[in-house]
Structure formats: structure tokens, C-alpha cells
């Protein structure tokens, strides 16, 4: 039986009622983080959708709100992408005057980015809707166990 389809991108799946046929690697954590993970990324996906905005440009507003005037490269190299990729995403951001590429003047080659007011009050929305989104597709969890989790995957990726 298939899932289906969302006839609006922010309206989400409909979980499969059919039993799980994938259990036979649950015992790896590897192969549970990643499960959680598409189901808590799906959830978001559908929430900025309604803002037409994607986790990559989410992400990369609350980067660049952390650190204004952050360059370029080092806001590929936060997000983990490669900074060709980190152009068409910047385009999108200005083209909806979200954030702007203002030219360093050292280095007439580099730019630093910063949110616009606009950027800044979008970005305080979003970060609700994402902490909402969070707590809408872990639900399955209580408080605590939602501390436990944080801590321990925490744990995890930081650690080299």
C-alpha cells in the first residue's frame, strides 16, 4: 500500500498503517539515527514549505545571524556543503531580500553576509516553527527523554 502523496507541500504524510518490514537492522544506530532523522527532517520540510524556504536556507539564516559578516567559504564549510553549491542558495536568500553578500574591503574578492530586517524577523518565526516542528515529530518522546536524546547525540557529533 502506498503513502500518500501530499497534495500541498506543507501538508504532511500520512504514516503507513501497514506493519514495518525493515526491522531486521534496528538494532544498529547508525541505520535509527538515520530513520528518526528522515521522519524529524520530513516534518520540518513540510513546516518551511509554507515559507518557501528549504532546511539548507534555514539553516544557513540562523549561521549567518550568529555570525554577521560571516564569509562565504566558512558558511559552506558550517553548512558542510561545497562553496559552489553555497551560491544558488545565497542567490535565493537576496533575490527574497532575506540576506545580503556585502563586499570586503581588505580583500575586494571576498564577501561577508548579513541578514536584512526582513531576514532577521523571518529567521525569529522560523526558529519557532522549527522548535514546534521538533517537538510536533518527536512527540513519541517526553521531556525528559527528549533531554536524553539531545545529550546523546550531542555527545556523538561532537565528538572526533
Do not use: W
Not at 518490514?21 to 521522519?39: F, P, V, W
Not at 559552489?84 to 545580503?100: D, F, G, M, S
Not at 571576498?110 to 526558529?127: A, H, R, V
Amino acid at each position: 500500500m502506498a503513502k500518500r502523496q501530499p497534495s500541498n507541500l506543507a501538508e504532511p504524510l500520512d504514516m503507513p498503517t501497514e506493519p514495518v518490514l525493515d526491522t531486521s537492522l534496528d538494532d544498529l544506530i547508525g541505520y535509527a539515527m538515520r530513520r528518526a532523522q528522515l521522519k524529524v527532517f520530513q516534518h520540518l520540510v513540510n513546516k518551511l514549505a509554507v515559507h518557501d524556504l528549504r532546511p539548507a536556507q534555514f539553516s544557513a539564516m540562523a549561521i549567518i545571524d550568529q555570525n554577521p559578516g560571516l564569509m562565504q567559504a566558512d558558511l559552506a564549510r558550517a553548512l558542510a556543503i561545497e562553496p559552489p553549491q553555497l551560491v544558488p542558495l545565497l542567490n535565493k536568500l537576496e533575490a527574497r531580500a532575506l540576506a545580503v553578500r556585502v563586499r570586503c574591503k581588505p580583500d575586494k574578492r571576498s564577501y561577508g553576509i548579513f541578514l536584512s530586517k526582513t531576514g532577521e524577523q523571518l529567521l525569529k518565526d522560523l526558529k519557532q516553527v522549527a522548535a514546534e516542528s521538533d517537538i510536533e515529530s518527536t512527540s513519541a518522546l517526553d521531556d525528559a527523554e527528549r533531554e536524553t536524546l539531545l545529550h546523546l547525540l550531542r555527545k556523538v557529533y561532537r565528538e572526533s
